[in-house]
C-alpha cells in the first residue's frame, strides 16, 4: 500500500483530486489531505470512495497556503513506514515530504508533479518562484518524481531532476466513466447543421471562456455553445454572454452549472467538439480532454510552455498553431466541415485508446511501481 497527501479532500472536482483518488482506488492506502475547503464535513463524492481518508489539522489560510499543525495524526503521518506519494503544488505537502525524507531516509517518498506555477512580474510571480525553485531542489533528492505528460517530463530535467527518477503517468478516467464513454456512437455526418461546442470546467478567471464566446461570436455558420461548471466567474461570462449575443444570448450560449456524471455524459453525446481555452500553466492536462476523445469528439486547448494540455488532443488530421488567435479560424474550419469532424472524432477515441485508456494507465502504474 502507498498512502498519499494532497491539499484538497478527494476525490472533490479538481484534476489533482481526480488522479490521487484513481491512484488511491488501486494502491488502496490512506488519503491524508489538510482539506483546505471543508469538504470532508458536507460534500457529496463525485465519485464513490473504498479507501480510507483521513484530515490533518493545518493552519489558518495564508493567501490560500496552509501548513500542517502538530497533531497525533502528523506524526502517525510521518513515523509511517509506507510509502508516501504527495501531490504538488503545495507548500503543505512538500513540507511533509521533506520532514518524511529527513526522519526516515530510506522510506520511499515520492511526488506527484502536476503543474508548473507561473511566475509573472509582481509579488504573488515572485512568491511562486521562490515556492517553485524551493519545490524542484527538495523532489529532485525525493525517490522519484511523477509527472503527467512528456512536456512536463522534459521541463523537470531541464531544472535539474534525474531523468532516472522522473516518469510519465498521464491522467486517466474512472472504469465506469470510461465505459460510459466509449459506449457512444460515433457521429453521424450531416451537410447542414449547427456546431456544438462544449466548455467543461471551473468558472474561473484563468479558464478564458471569455475568449472562446469571443471566438465564436466571429463564426459565420451556426453554432451553440453549452458551459458545464460553477465558479467565481460564473456571472460575469453571463453578463459577457448577453453582452456579446444580446437577445440571442440564451439560445446561443447554455450556462448548466456543475452536472453529475449522467448529465455530463448527455452533453458530451450531443457535442462536436469540446474546447479548454485555458491561458496559464496552471492547466498541465485537462482531464476532460479525456472524456470528450473517449466519447469520440476532438478537444482543442492551447498549446503553452510548461503545459502539456495542447499535447493531450493533438490529432493527426487538424494541424493548427494552438494559439488564442487561431482559435477562430479552427472554429470555422469546423463548422463548415462536418467530414472532418467525424474524421477527427475517430482520430480522437483511436488516440485515446492507445495512449490514455485505463488499461494503459495501469500498465504503466505498474511499471512505475517495478521502477
Known amino acids: 500500500m502507498t498512502e498519499q497527501l494532497l491539499r484538497e479532500w478527494p476525490p472533490g472536482y479538481g484534476g489533482v483530486e481526480r488522479v490521487a483518488h484513481e ?37 489558518p489560510p495564508l493567501a490560500r497556503v496552509r501548513f500542517p499543525l502538530p497533531s497525533p495524526a502528523l506524526w502517525q503521518l510521518l513515523c509511517s513506514r509506507e510509502p508516501l506519494h504527495g501531490h504538488l503544488p503545495s507548500p503543505g505537502v512538500l513540507l511533509v515530504l521533506a520532514l518524511c525524507r529527513l526522519l526516515r531516509p530510506r522510506r520511499r517518498v515520492t511526488a506527484h508533479w502536476h503543474f508548473f506555477l507561473e511566475t509573472n512580474v509582481g ?6 518562484a521562490l515556492y517553485q525553485q524551493l519545490a524542484l531542489l527538495i523532489v529532485s533528492r525525493l525517490s522519484a518524481v511523477v509527472t503527467t505528460s512528456p512536456l512536463l517530463r522534459e521541463e523537470l530535467l ?17 472504469e465506469e466513466q470510461e465505459s460510459c464513454a466509449l459506449a457512444l456512437p460515433a457521429r453521424l455526418e450531416m451537410s447542414e447543421r449547427t456546431l456544438k461546442v462544449l466548455f467543461i470546467g471551473r468558472l474561473d ?7 472562446l464566446m469571443k471566438a465564436l461570436s466571429t463564426l459565420s455558420r451556426p453554432w451553440r455553445l453549452v458551459v458545464v461548471g460553477d465558479g467565481p466567474r ?35 453525446a450531443e457535442a462536436d467538439v469540446l474546447v479548454l481555452p ?27 510552455r510548461r503545459s502539456g494540455m495542447g499535447w493531450v488532443g493533438q490529432l493527426p488530421g487538424l494541424t493548427w498553431p494552438q494559439t488564442p488567435d487561431a482559435l477562430p479560424a479552427v ?9 472532418l469532424l467525424r474524421r477527427l472524432g475517430c482520430q480522437a477515441r483511436q488516440r485515446y485508446e492507445e495512449l490514455f485508456a485505463r488499461r494503459v494507465w495501469l500498465n504503466n502504474l505498474r511499471a512505475l511501481h517495478r521502477r
Open 158 to 174: 531541464r531544472c535539474g531532476c534525474r531523468a532516472d527518477r522522473v516518469a510519465v503517468l498521464s491522467c486517466c478516467l474512472s
Open 234 to 268: 460564473r456571472g460575469a461570462f453571463e453578463t459577457l454572454s448577453r453582452d456579446l449575443f444580446a437577445s440571442e444570448a440564451d439560445h446561443l450560449v447554455l450556462f448548466c452549472g456543475r452536472l453529475d456524471e449522467k448529465a455530463k455524459l448527455a452533453q458530451l
Open 23 to 59: 491512484l488511491a482506488a488501486v494502491w488502496g492506502g490512506t488519503v491524508w489531505s489538510f482539506d483546505a475547503q471543508g469538504f470532508s464535513t458536507g460534500e457529496v463524492d463525485a465519485m464513490p470512495v473504498t479507501y480510507p481518508r483521513r484530515r490533518l489539522p493545518c493552519t
Open 278 to 304: 485555458s491561458d496559464r500553466s496552471h492547466e498541465a492536462f485537462g482531464i476532460v480532454q479525456l472524456e470528450a476523445m473517449a466519447a469520440g469528439i476532438p478537444a482543442l486547448a492551447f498549446q503553452r
Open 331 to 339: 472554429l470555422q474550419r469546423l463548422a463548415a466541415d462536418s467530414a
Open 123 to 128: 509579488l504573488s510571480g515572485l512568491i511562486n
Open 205 to 211: 478567471s484563468y479558464k478564458r471562456l471569455d475568449w
